[in-house]
């Protein structure tokens, strides 16, 4: 008994030191769009499951994608956060802005607010809470 209670001592820390669940069906700021959070393959992904925007275009392209055989994909359906892993008490990977045609290390974690996304380039980060959509 002392072996399995010391056993279950040690991996407590373990199992509160993993971040919170992120999968899901987010809105981003201003409501311009829905991005829904799923496994893919062994790490996690966000794609643009719904543009909410009533002023972007209909059927949106990539237009500011840096590689010229991308431009003409849409941008609805197209995946923008990729890679995501589980680290001590967030989530990184990577995320896409079509509005730049960049690509930043990003760090994701859930908050009261919702959940707070982080694009970095280097040592500086800009943070944006997504809602939950409903």
């Not at 999968?23 to 996690?44: F, H």
């Not at 995501?84 to 960049?102: E, H, L, M, N, V």
Request: aromatic share 6%; proline share 9%; with cysteine.
């Amino acid at each position: 008994m002392a072996i399995l209670t010391a056993t279950f001592l040690l991996a407590t820390p373990a199992l509160a030191a993993a971040p919170q669940a992120i999968t899901g069906r987010w809105l981003t700021p201003g409501n311009n769009a829905m991005v829904e959070i799923a496994p893919c393959g062994t790490s996690l992904c966000g794609r643009i499951a719904k543009i909410l925007d009533p002023k972007a275009p209909k059927n949106a392209k990539d237009t500011n994608n840096p590689d010229p055989a991308k431009r003409t994909r849409p941008i609805e359906g197209m995946n923008i956060l990729t890679g995501f892993t589980a680290a001590k008490a967030d989530w990184r990977g990577q995320i896409y802005d079509p509005r730049s045609g960049k690509t930043y290390r990003s760090i994701v974690k859930r908050t009261n607010a919702g959940l707070e996304v982080k694009g970095c380039w280097g040592p500086f980060c800009q943070s944006q809470i997504w809602t939950p959509a409903k």
